[in-house]
């Protein structure tokens, strides 16, 4: 979500102060919650977590809830909680471990803190007689908040409110105002809904090519060629700015060059013809424009402006841009006392910051404390560490090299499934006083180069199926460490992970495949990352191999009737749940659009994973992958492409993943369903979305879950 979007998502409420209202933008805190795991049942049950946020005592009393409890895996230890609090407030957390048997823990309490708000921001008072003209942004504002008869006209305008040290100058430039900036000018300048169009969300602004082509220019400040204007953004000689817009054609241009503008008004505040600008090749993609300027000597102000000299032959297209913003530029120089900081900066007497964050053009140049600078999902104390130890260490042979996403040309990706061993160490079967079977299992895994994607590991999800009628028996989630290195060469085998799992279930089944030993048992196994999950491989042991011999790997099932596998990982790769790009998700109005263009902090409408209760549920996650795919038809002509283990609700089964269905079978969803036909796609692209709450969306109007762990 981008920054104006996530101020204003933060909500503005009216506090009173002896009787008098006062408007306040409250920002979100973030609570940081890390938790380990204190066994209470065996580790192979452990379903995973639920974690609460609450105040006072009790972690059972719901209407004291802080936030709406989060279940997690069995290999997450880490949630990091959005607060909205317009007070301090004495915040408790809890978790619980829950287990595959239907057992849970006793909640254990994991401390509490005082969770205050000091970012929150008066926007007004009720006496504005002394309020600068234009310096209260009116979107922030009802018309009931403005109650005294002191407000002039002058003191209101549409400019955006400048929080320190510069906010987006483009008046809606990031189309956050939706349909309530359509007939305002400029911030509805050109601005239409299409989200397929959109760089992000659902608006964009759009300039269509006329007949006969010609100048098409849009300015999004006002003054020149717009309804709106000028004289809005104030500089003097030396004043910096920096502007960007993301741009593209809908279709390829005959006159494909296009410029982007600073125009610098006079002392009239009227565009005077000094300019800044930089050109651009318009394409069918979104490309980002840079611009950064100067204020020229006698200037006043300044407008952005972006303009094309359309041929005749471009007519009927158009072009897209969205994005757009800029800011005026800031140095030390011009700061008090040439330093930036949180106003709880602190440091120890060595010069060690203990608390919040400082900008200083003297000495160091950024410091911050422990724990107070996160990029993505990962504080930097975790990634310091690793480097440290990775350069220093303890001494030569204690040295490790750590390698992090892999491959620093590829940003993660699905772990390769081909690097994977399995061997069987013991089995034993009970015929009597009781049938009971328990089979141990080792399993390697031996990187070979930077591409295989070994780090970042989370767990193996083991599927088990005995060689009769390929009967499942069962499911594990075994975790698996976050990989080190002890030697730099990735295939040394001394960078092989070993694991041990014990297999218990209530049946007379074999470890080995052989004359005489009866109901033996096969692998489907799965490898699950940070980056993506492996493909699926079968691991079957070889008839007349005895214990500790590598079984068998096959990308089909050695059962008929048995799920197939699908080889294959490492770079470039990808799992989990995912949908074809152009698969159509139902928002929260019931509109639908191609999953492409879902973006985190959308809603869409779907129901519960567990009561199947309709209602509209936020995106929090959305990525693109390439993977295999599999093809889903209905008997009414819909389509729906996705992943093989996509898991859709099947009417009387539950959870199905789209490689096990078959004709004839109802699916649900706020459109069910009659499957007609199912088949293999081949490799493509693919949309993994992730919905709080719910962890559910419709895709062609069947229920679609996602996440791809059986439930």
């Known amino acids: 979500m981008r920054s104006r979007e996530q101020e204003e998502a933060a909500g503005v409420y009216d506090r009173e102060v002896d009787g008098v209202r006062s408007p306040q933008l409250v920002k979100s805190r973030y609570l940081d919650i890390r938790w380990t795991h204190e066994e209470v049942l065996p580790a192979h049950l452990l379903a995973g977590f639920q ?27 880490r949630w990091v909680a959005p607060l909205k609090l317009k007070l301090p407030t004495e915040v408790q957390c809890a978790v619980q471990a829950l287990y595959t048997n239907g057992s849970q823990s006793n909640w254990r309490v994991l401390g509490g803190s005082v969770v205050a708000d000091p970012d929150t921001l008066t926007m007004a008072v009720a006496d504005l007689s002394n309020v600068p003209t234009g310096s209260v942004y009116a979107r922030h504002m009802s018309a009931s908040s403005v109650t005294s008869a002191a407000v002039a006209a002058a003191a209101i305008s549409f ?95 005959a006159q494909s060059g296009a410029t982007l503008f600073l125009l610098w008004e006079g002392a ?115 990634p310091f560490f690793r480097a440290n130890q990775a350069l220093d260490g303890t001494s030569a042979a204690g040295r490790v090299h750590y390698r992090g996403s892999n491959n620093t040309g590829v940003r993660g990706g699905a772990p390769l499934i081909d690097r994977l061993d399995v061997q069987c160490t013991d089995y034993f079967r009970y015929t009597t006083p009781i049938v009971h079977s328990w089979l141990v299992h080792h399993f390697f895994i031996q990187p070979s180069s930077i591409d295989d994607n070994l780090d970042a590991l989370r767990y193996l999800k083991v599927d088990y199926y005995s060689s009769v009628s390929a009967t499942y028996r069962g499911t594990r989630y075994i975790t698996l460490a976050d990989r080190k290195y002890a030697a730099a060469v990735d295939g040394n085998a001394v960078n092989r ?46 008839f007349g191999a005895g214990l500790g011999i590598n079984f068998a790997k096959s990308t089909t099932s050695p059962f008929s009737g048995a799920p197939a596998g699908g080889g294959g990982g490492g770079s470039g790769g990808t799992g989990g749940t995912c949908v074809a790009p152009e698969t159509l998700i139902t928002l929260e109005d019931g509109q639908e659009v191609p999953a492409a263009s879902i973006r985190p902090g959308m809603r869409v409408l779907t129901q519960h994973e567990d009561t199947r209760r309709v209602g509209t ?55 069910p369903g009659l499957v007609r036909r199912v088949a293999p796609e081949g490799e493509g692209a693919v949309v993994k979305l992730t919905v709080h709450g719910a962890r559910t969306y419709e895709s062609a109007g069947l229920l679609s879950h996602n996440i791809k762990q059986p439930i």
């Open 51 to 77: 974690v609460v946020v609450y105040e006072g005592s009790d972690p059972n009393n719901t209407d004291s809830y802080l936030l709406e409890p989060r279940k997690f895996g069995p290999s997450e230890r």
């Open 159 to 253: 400019t955006h409110l400048l929080l320190p040290p510069t906010d987006n100058l483009v008046p809606n430039g990031y189309s956050e105002a939706g349909a309530a900036a359509l007939g305002q000018s400029p911030e509805g300048d050109r601005l239409v809904e299409e989200p397929s169009s959109a760089k992000e969300g659902r608006w964009c602004r759009k300039l269509p090519v006329p007949v006969g082509g010609g100048f098409v220019g849009l300015n999004f400040i006002g003054g020149y060629r717009s309804t709106a204007p000028g004289g809005r953004i104030k500089c003097t000689a030396g004043d910096q700015f920096y502007a960007e817009a993301w741009v593209k054609s809908s279709a390829a241009l």
């Open 268 to 382: 009239s505040g009227s565009y005077d013809g000094q300019i800044t600008s930089v050109a651009v090749t318009l394409t069918t993609g979104y490309q980002r424009v840079k611009l950064k300027g100067t204020c020229p000597a006698g200037c006043t102000g300044v407008q952005l402006y972006f303009e094309l000299n359309a041929v005749g032959a471009d007519a009927g297209k158009a072009v897209y841009l969205d994005a757009i913003s800029m800011r005026k530029m800031v140095t030390f120089d011009l700061l008090v006392a040439n330093t930036l900081q949180t106003s709880n900066y602190a440091e120890d007497g060595n010069g060690v910051p203990v608390a919040g964050a400082k900008l200083d053009n003297v000495g160091t140049a950024f410091k911050a404390a422990g724990g107070n600078v996160q990029i993505g999902s990962y504080l930097l104390d975790t």
């Open 497 to 542: 992970i070993a694991i041990t799992h014990t297999f218990q279930y209530p049946a007379a089944l074999s470890g080995l495949y052989g004359q005489n030993l009866g109901e033996y048992v096969a692998l489907l196994c799965e490898v699950h990352g940070v980056y993506g999950v492996s493909a699926s491989m079968w691991f079957t042991p070889t």
């Open 617 to 671: 549920f936020e995106v929090t996650a959305a990525s693109s992958h390439r993977a295999a795919r599999w093809r889903v038809e209905l008997t009414d002509g819909r389509v729906l492409v996705a992943t093989p283990n996509h898991l859709v609700y099947r009417r009387f089964a539950g959870w199905t993943q789209v490689r096990a269905l078959r004709p004839g079978e109802l699916l649900e969803g706020l459109r």
